[in-house]
């Protein structure tokens, strides 16, 4: 049955307070639900309050490793969705835990309360890949499916958007860095997605409107190669870098060392990993009307989004003025 936008109805959002987490909560409140933000630390959450009406947003604690937690989280909820994910593993932060445990746990907390369940997976979703994180996804998908046989699951390509792991990375990197990395050559494809358009996603499934059972896979206009990604990177932010090849070994061989730092990692052994398939809408999936365009969403542009918050990586700034062409 499918529920309708309502004042009355409640969604449960796990890992709403990151980044494509607040897009999501932004698309949902617009729909005006009620929202509960499910969050290890609730007094981080702060900045979600003014993307909805007064009382609209709530946060709540919930740890995934914790499922008396989890199903408090859920209780009352009329839609979960859960899109806790992490990029590395680090201390008690590992992919089967968060990705396959935690999805499962979330899972069967929306099972017991008969509550619709949307999952975000990823595109690098394959129980038979040698990324521990690819292969961690796919784990978690079969774990809700089998708890909820109705759930819906998004794989997105790469995210961007204001707080993007990945334009402001190499961004940044460019303003220090005379050279930057092409891993494997820089020939692997990739099909950004605005975050934005996810959020949209989420919320349409939110209310029903996409079949139940069934991995969507979402992708932007355009399919654009890590080489050529860096190079819009470039001319974005006005500068001229070396762009280096370097061997999936050699990669692989320097990620070890790169990944023991105590900051955040620049690379990691299983980011190679990830780096040696493709990361683009499948034939099937398009074929299917399993896509943005098959929910009625026409993606939005690289073009239109990311130049308006690289601008800040440029010499100049804001007051650079962009070539084109």
Known sequence: MTVQSSYDTLVTVFGGAGFIGRHVVRALAKRHYRIRVAVRRPELAGHLQ??????????????????????????DADVVINLVGILYERG??????????????????????GARLVHMSALAADEAATSAYARSKAAGEKAVLAAVPGATIFRPSIVFGPEDDFFNKFAALARIMPALPLIGGGNTR???????????????????????????????????????????????????RLLVPIPFGLAKFEAA?????????????????????????????????????????????????????????????????????
């Open 92 to 113: 008690r932060q590992r992919f089967d835990a968060v990705h396959a445990a935690g999805a499962e746990a979330v899972a069967q907390a929306a099972a017991l309360h």
């Open 190 to 240: 990739f099909q950004p997605v605005f975050a934005g358009d996810v959020a949209a996603a989420f919320a349409a499934a939110a209310a029903g409107e996409t079949r139940p059972g069934t991995i969507y896979e979402l992708g932007g206009n355009e399919v654009m190669t890590f080489r050529e990604l860096i190079e819009y990177v470039l001319a974005t932010i006005e500068r001229r």
């Open 50 to 75: 003014p993307l909805g009406r007064v009382g609209q947003i709530h946060a709540v604690q919930a740890n995934l490793r914790h499922p008396g937690s989890v199903a408090a989280a859920v209780r």
């Open 257 to 325: 060392f790169l990944q023991l730092l105590p900051m955040k990692p620049m690379l990691t052994t299983d980011q190679v990993e990830l780096l040696k398939r493709d990361s683009v809408v499948s034939e099937e999936a398009a074929r299917d009307n399993r896509t943005l365009r098959g929910l009625g969403l026409e993606p939005t542009s690289l073009q239109a989004i990311v130049p308006s918050y690289l601008w800040r990586f440029r010499r100049t700034g804001q007051f650079g003025r962009l070539r084109h062409g």
